[in-house]
């Protein structure tokens, strides 16, 4: 238990490698895992986000799989699994400077204002090479860092992003950004792209982690129950997440500009394609029924289920009695529900909407698999 209980106090740069909302901290899932698993248990996280439930598997060296239908969240939880060093991903970096053809630039007074055009230029070039599948290490990791650094506060030393100035976990609509870029004076800085991740590089791959064995991450829909016939080869004891609030559906608009990096359009989606349905209670707890019915059927008998939720200060509807309704005649059986604790500041999925009133209080639930859920 000594062991354990170092593994979850300490830090582990490599979980912050890309900013992104509905993130719960390491600790979490490292204190789920602490509490008790046998030595070939599987972890699965249907939501997966950035990969923190991947991340924490692996520091237990347990093998695991995350499923998310974001491309920003599969790109940033597959750059938790892979094993390389700084040098390897600035490596790879120059080598795709140096070779690299130039490619056309994004247009417009948006782009004009987000990106020095030597930077744009760069960027351009290295988004062109990571089209190109499937990805070395080193490239995966390299993509988490530019997804990381493509857009943040600036800062009066040497650039820390690669943008003039926005938000680090969303980023900014162009109307709104251009406006607020001309009304401050704000231009962009020329952000040395190499400079930039070769100091990421430095902080969030430098530790020695254990090999993610048999892990992986699939770009998929967890509703979707023959994504879950490419994981039977586990049965998993563990399933840990994260789902989406009730009324959380703005994935795709907050995150266009790192779409756009890993080959998306130039311009905002507003679609909500690939997500948990909002539209009523009753379709967001039909959606996430057919999540936890999928993982019941790849779960061993008495695997647990560990859900954090929450929702938003101005909604009505008590998101424990979602949960729970979500989870009734599926494979699981609730055990018990607990307070996660008061919600830190700028660590949860409210105030990286703009919800500026205090978020509600988190809760974990827990949930046994039973055969037979009645």
Known sequence: ?????????????????????????????????????????????????????????RLFDMPSTGIDSHPVAAAVAEAKLVTTTPQAITGCLDEILATEPAVPTPQGEFWQLAYHKDTLTELARVRSALQREPLAPERVALRAILLGGLHGPLTKSSPSYLSNQCPRTY????????????????????????????????????????????????????????????IRDHQFGWVITSPPYYRMRTYLPDQWLRLWLLGGLETVDYSQSGQVCHQTPESFVADLRRVW???????????????????????????????????????????TRRDAGPVPAGRRQAEHFGVTSTPRKEFDLWAVHARDPR
């Open 171 to 230: 980023a900014p609509k162009p109307r709104y950004a251009v406006k607020y870029w001309n009304g401050h004076g704000l231009r962009p800085p020329r952000a040395d792209i190499r400079k930039v991740v070769a100091r990421r590089a430095a902080r969030h791959y430098a530790q020695q982690m254990p090999a993610a064995t048999c892990s992986r991450v699939l770009l998929a829909d967890s509703r979707d129950p023959t994504v879950f016939d490419q």
């Open 1 to 57: 238990m000594g062991q354990s209980s170092r593994l979850v106090d300490a830090p582990v740069p490599l979980n912050a490698v890309c900013p992104y909302f509905t993130m719960f901290p390491l600790r979490f899932p490292l204190r789920v895992l602490a509490r008790g698993r046998w030595a070939d248990d599987s972890v699965l996280d249907p939501f997966c986000g950035r990969g923190t439930t991947n991340l924490a598997a």
């Open 293 to 335: 019915d999928n993982c019941a059927s790849v779960s061993r008998s008495e695997a647990r289920l560990v859900v954090r939720f929450g929702s938003f200060p101005d909604c009505r509807l008590d998101p424990g009695e979602l949960l729970r309704a979500s989870l009734a005649g599926t494979g699981w059986r609730i055990q």
